[in-house]
């Protein structure tokens, strides 16, 4: 029975492993199809979102069964109702990424273009994608300390966002044409620092399995 445990928390963790590879795809592919006004990778991110949300429902389903049949107890109970919180703030991640990827849309069914080149807003995508994957990988090693420092790089993230947002405002005073441009990507930013929230929400559960104490690492 122990083994069979052993195997079907196994198979959780590989459904998120996979859950969390394909969000990062997903945010990748959302802000590339952004700097590339690329409509059709924009869709693709949209398209693809429901496999997400199907992700989500085969883990809680796998979760609700092992609690039922195996009634754990501790740190597995733990482990086993943080993986349904992971699951759905990935979903919400996924969300985010839509979003972003329907400005592209908006923008180019509107023929509106960018007005420079983006910088700031792939280094924070780049980020967030990072702390999608340090948190599924807390999570499969219990790996407390790493948890603990995705709090300092949602940090990082908050002041990337108030920068450039900061900038955004600055640049529509001064040019009002670009006004609904520049507010887009002031949306798309929102998107990405939230993604991070839910990045450091997983790291709160991570903190919580192996402690059981709540973390307010927000």
Known sequence: MIRQFDQSLQDVKNLLLQMGEHVE??????????????????????????????????????????????????TDLRRLIAAMKIASDMERMADLAVNIAQVTVQLVENKLSLFKELEDIPKIAAITQRMVHDGINSYIDGNVAL????????????????????????????????????????????????????????????????????????
């Open 147 to 218: 948890a603990r420092k995705m709090a300092d790089t949602d940090d990082e993230v908050d002041r990337m966002y108030h920068a450039i947002v900061n900038e955004l405002i600055g640049f529509i005073k001064q040019n009002k044409a670009e006004t609904e441009v520049a507010l887009r990507l002031c949306f798309v930013a929102r998107y990405l620092e939230r993604i991070a929230d839910h990045a450091t929400n997983i790291a709160e559960s991570i903190v919580y399995i192996e402690t059981g104490k709540q973390a307010d690492l927000n």
């Open 25 to 74: 795809i997903a945010i990748d592919k959302a802000v590339k199809s952004l700097s590339r006004m690329d409509v059709r990778m924009a869709r693709e991110v949209m398209e693809h979102d429901p496999a997400i949300d199907e992700m989500e429902g085969k883990i809680d389903d796998v979760v609700a069964k092992l609690i039922a049949t195996q009634q754990p107890v501790a």
